[in-house]
């Protein structure tokens, strides 16, 4: 599927935990206000059965209970959530905004209480008769049945939410996604670009319309827009990179009718995203190791296990090449194998030099990575262990830990 701006826009309020809820009420109050259509459908015996007198005990304890039950979920939530990011970084905070289980459990408690308080209400003014009574307790058995679903889940989910081991493993899985994606098309689909290209002659400058990271590039946009008039464009950054307002976003050969709606293709915004960055997952492994080697915190253990999961993330990837150009009007600056061992590595190198068993691990996984079938990581990772070694000769002040570490290398 092509990834273009109204795609994101549509999957960034899918991951919204407000959006979420917010659909979760609507589904709500619609079906509450829609029950006296099912009227013709109720037989006359079932009436005495489940009518008012038998559901309106259930929504008076569903409305009771839903309101403290989501009010206890969102502190726990929040709670969680703050303290992975005190134990892991910042960033982590917004990853685990987007848990979708989450998201839906607290949806689903919110929509019962909406559902249960607008049935009372309802009830309350006449609106409903005893057959839309009957639809209405058929309503409370499923919103039940939804709630003890949604508690299950939420027990479950109860017992990882927040902790070191369910935050790793979300930032794992969100580093893997995008490096693998970027890597199958290293740029976005257009030509790469190398490393040592120069402005093409006469080109004009797109300017960035506003300061922040560049969160995204809608290629098919741009590419329909260049093919307008026949002109191409060679990318000054890619997704991932912050740009202050003026900035060129790229560099225009030929003529463009409207630089602003081409600049309209280019998202950016306050925060770093990994929807095109495939580096940004691999940087937030590195600052949970790096924070959890801080003299507060003091946890080599966690470093170690982001040492493993970067070699494995790292190990699973290879770039495809000769693919044919999707947008073969836009130059892309391409994805390098030495900014990911850098992102992954270098500063983790530079806080743990002193700790014995975590560089030791370091070298370990970069030698592996150095067997790489990508040439390019190969060589970066030979030169990132040479980067260790060097460090730790330098921090490590027992001769014993120097000889250990060389026997590693």
Known sequence: MKRTKPLLMVRRVARNLAARVLFGALVALATASLAPLFDPLIPEEWQ????????????????????????????????????????????????????????????????????????????????YSESAAVVVFFFTILAIAAIVLAILRWIDHLSSLGSMDDTLSKVEERAREPLRRILAQPALGGVPLSADAEIPSGATALPAPSGGYLQFIDMNALSDALAKTGASITLARAPGEHVLKGTPLGWVLGEIDDMAAL???????????????????????????????????????????????????????????????????????????????????????????????????????????????????????????????????????ISDDRRDLARRS
């Open 48 to 127: 005495d059965r489940f009518g008012s007198d038998a559901v309106m005990p259930l929504l008076n304890i569903l409305a009771t209970t839903m309101l403290t039950v989501t009010t206890f979920s969102l502190s726990v939530m929040v709670q969680a959530f703050q303290t992975a990011a005190s134990q892991a970084t910042p960033r982590a905070y917004r990853l685990h905004l987007s848990d979708t289980t989450t998201q839906t459990v607290l949806a689903t408690f919110t929509g019962a209480f909406l559902f249960s308080l607008t049935a009372i209400v309802m009830f309350r003014a006449g609106f």
């Open 263 to 397: 600049a309209k293709t280019f998202t950016l915004g306050e925060i770093r995203t990994n929807e095109q960055d495939a580096r940004f997952g691999i940087v937030v492994l590195n600052e949970i190791a790096v924070r959890a080697l801080s003299p507060g915190i003091n946890d080599p253990g966690t470093a170690i296990d982001v040492l493993h999961r970067l070699s494995r993330i790292l190990s699973e990837v290879d770039p495809t090449h000769g693919i044919p150009a999707e947008f073969p009007r836009i130059e892309v600056p391409v994805l390098r194998a030495g900014d990911l061992i850098e992102d992954g590595f270098a500063a983790l190198i530079r806080a743990g030099a002193s700790h014995p068993e975590v560089v030791g691990v370091a070298v370990s996984e970069l030698a592996q990575l150095e067997q790489s079938e990508w040439d390019e990581l190969a060589t970066a990772a030979r030169s990132m262990r040479g980067y260790a070694l060097r460090h730790a000769k330098h921090a490590l002040e």
